[in-house]
């Protein structure tokens, strides 16, 4: 009788402790430094290519974490960052892609109506291995595709403290 109460004791906390490993989520996240890096070096790719941007870059929920405007870059350019490094965190996809998307199918076109999300290339998301914890988005190079070559081209040169 003794052993048989053990059982459904056991049950039960296997049962509970199963229900809130659950409940309680591990996730990777952005840390200010490496935001800080990922910006510097867009704005260093694209100063280098002759484009004055700003660059923003975001955690895995879309909130600012580091933000850097070149010198000559216009206003404009900061929100237009923002923006689509927000986009991008949040569809965990490119802008670029997104944009393609929307182009080509009517269902999607909607995305552009909502709040926060700026559709057009330059934004792209930060990942370690198949996990988004951020993105980086850029404005102010002459056409979103030079954008988002910035923004990769500083993802390379973060990529070992990316895994």
């Not at 409940?23 to 070096?41: F, P």
């Not at 960052?81 to 569809?91: D, P």
């Not at 552009?112 to 951020?134: R, S, T």
């Amino acid at each position: 009788m003794h052993i048989a109460l053990k059982t459904p004791v056991l049950a039960i906390t296997l049962a509970a402790s199963l229900a809130s490993a659950q409940a309680v989520r591990t996730e990777k996240n952005m840390s200010l430094e490496l935001a800080n890096q990922i910006a510097s070096a867009t704005v260093a790719a694209c100063t280098a290519g002759g484009y004055n941007v700003s660059a923003a870059v975001v955690d895995r929920a879309g909130t600012l974490r580091a933000l850097q405007r070149a010198d000559n870059a216009g206003p404009h350019t900061v929100a237009a960052a923002q923006g689509k490094a927000y986009t991008s965190a949040s569809a965990k996809n490119t802008t670029l892609a997104m944009l393609d998307n929307v182009q080509k199918n009517p269902a999607a076109a909607t995305l552009v109506h909502i709040p926060g999300f700026l559709i057009v290339g330059g934004g792209v998301p930060v990942k370690v291995g198949n996990e988004v914890i951020g993105a980086v988005g850029v404005g102010g190079a002459p056409g979103g595709h030079l954008d988002e070559q910035c923004a990769m081209a500083a993802l390379e040169k973060v990529k070992d403290q990316l895994k």
